[in-house]
């Protein structure tokens, strides 16, 4: 990742509209996806949403009135961006898993080259929003390793979203002994954020 000091300016105009505004969003009519386009985007921003509300929140509940305060340290700063890009690649493979396996169920779309074009695309895209290359070529062969695998037939009822859940326990700059306390509650806030994203995605899908 380099060496440089980190500030309030890396965590991007980008992190904040979809951290800030969330709730602002859910009032706003939501268009169906009609084309693989528009699901390349719901995965993306929704990805990146999952990841902002739950490691943001998380440690905003964690540090209370000092949560400000602690982006004046860099050491700080790095284990936010570092944990905010790792927990993001996995909400991306999730979320990318989860929506063709439902298409494949419950449409009979057989997409598999096609979910990998979009999560490679999307990985493209972040490149200009400093996401590490080294967590890119990592997202990568994990994405590779868990497509042998999957069953597009059961996994968008399988606990989908587990590995993302699994990904802010392991990456949230909290200290060991706090988060073994707040497994529970960490792992079920992230998998209640994405119940929010499988409602919206079911509603919305039209292909």
């Known amino acids: 990742m380099g060496k440089y000091k980190l500030t309030w300016k890396d965590l991007t105009w980008r992190d904040f ?45 964690r540090m209370g ?9 860099d ?7 570092l944990a905010k890009w790792n927990i993001y690649a996995m909400a991306l493979q999730d979320l990318t ?11 009979n779309y057989n997409g598999t080259e096609k979910a990998k074009e979009i999560f490679l ?22 994405f590779e390793g868990r497509l042998k695998d999957i069953n597009w037939d059961t996994y968008h009822g399988d606990l989908p979203f587990n590995p993302s859940a699994l990904s802010l326990y ?21 998998i209640l954020k994405w119940d929010i994203v499988k409602k919206e995605f079911k509603e919305r899908i039209n292909l």
Request: charged share 25%; hydrophobic share 45%; net charge positive.
């Open 17 to 61: 509209k979809i951290y800030l505004f969330a709730l602002f969003k859910a009032f706003v009519p939501k268009s169906k996806i009609k084309d693989l386009n528009a699901l390349e985007n719901f995965i993306q921003t929704k990805s990146a949403w999952v990841t902002q509300v739950t490691l943001y929140g998380y440690l905003k509940t």
């Open 75 to 81: 050491e700080f700063m790095a284990s936010v961006n």
């Open 170 to 190: 392991k990456w949230a700059p909290i200290a060991e002994e706090l988060k073994v306390l707040d497994r529970k509650i960490v792992l079920n806030s992230v």
């Open 97 to 107: 898993f989860f929506s063709f396996s439902y298409l494949k169920t419950n449409f």
């Open 65 to 73: 009135t000092r949560y400000v305060l602690h982006f004046e340290n």
């Open 121 to 142: 695309n999307i990985l493209d895209d972040e490149i200009s929003n400093k996401m590490p290359n080294d967590i890119i070529e990592e997202a990568k062969k994990n």
